[in-house]
């Protein structure tokens, strides 16, 4: 079954730091770039940063650039985000994604097709 | 950056009824590039079309999408009680994802 099962998230006190994980199974990980999404409490859906397949190419949402990494250990079929210098607005359900693709004609198609469940940080003092 | 607009926010429909979901961007989008998901109180979000108009697997032939350029539809054709939730559309390009605030779908 092909699963993604995020785990590291809790309450911390702004300015401080967190690492998120996601662990995949059952599909071959080092195949497909990841992404973190995240969803504020009765908001809508936010994408935060995404890593190609060999951790060469990193990209994130310009509100995090600086403050959050993005990392993966291919050996260990796990998906990482250390976040730094929390504020009250990073307060969210973090999900960890896999960005499928298919190959259309000269190009590709792109969406997240396998999503975990998430797990949640909540910055507050 | 693109924008992505969703309309209407909330759309009230029965059990049966069409509902017809919009997503605009600021600029020209690749249609390749056009998903849509659908996510249910308390769940992660479930994707539902990518290449604007391709279904997902799994995914009932209730659900339609179409458009291309800057305008975009999605489409259930008859709503049955399990299609209410809320739906996204999300662009992609250059590495980057974004997401519209989402239309949400409820019983009237």
């Known amino acids: 079954e092909v699963q993604l099962v995020e785990s590291g998230g809790g309450l911390v006190q702004p300015g401080g730091s967190l690492r998120l994980s996601c662990a995949a199974s059952?599909?071959?990980?080092?195949?497909?770039?990841m992404n973190w999404v995240r969803q504020a409490p009765g908001k809508g859906l936010e994408w935060v940063a995404n890593?190609?397949?060999?951790?060469?190419?990193?990209y994130y949402v310009d509100s995090v650039k600086g403050r959050f990494t993005i990392s993966r250990d291919n050996a260990k079929n796990s998906l990482y985000l250390q976040m730094n210098s929390l504020r009250d607005e990073d307060t969210a359900v973090y999900y960890c994604t896999r960005e499928g693709y298919q190959l259309l004609g000269n190009g590709y198609y792109y969406y997240m097709d396998v999503w975990g469940k998430g797990t949640t940080v909540t910055v507050s003092s | 950056e693109i924008v992505l607009t969703q309309s209407p926010g909330t759309l009230s429909l029965s059990p049966g009824e069409r509902a017809t979901l919009s997503c605009r961007a600021s600029?020209?989008?690749?249609?390749?590039?056009l998903v849509w998901y659908q996510q249910k109180a308390g769940q992660a979000p479930r994707l539902l079309i990518y290449?604007?108009?391709s279904r997902a697997t799994g995914i009932p032939d209730r659900f339609s999408g179409s458009g291309s350029g800057t305008d975009f539809t999605l489409t259930i054709s008859r709503l049955e009680p399990e299609d209410f939730a809320v739906y996204y559309c999300q662009q992609y390009g250059s590495s980057v994802f974004t997401f519209g605030p989402g239309t949400k779908v409820d019983i009237k």
């Open positions: 890593i190609k397949q060999d951790g060469s190419e990193k």
């Open positions: 290449g604007a108009s």
């Open positions: 600029q020209s989008v690749r249609s390749s590039y």
């Open positions: 059952g599909f071959t990980f080092t195949s497909y770039s």
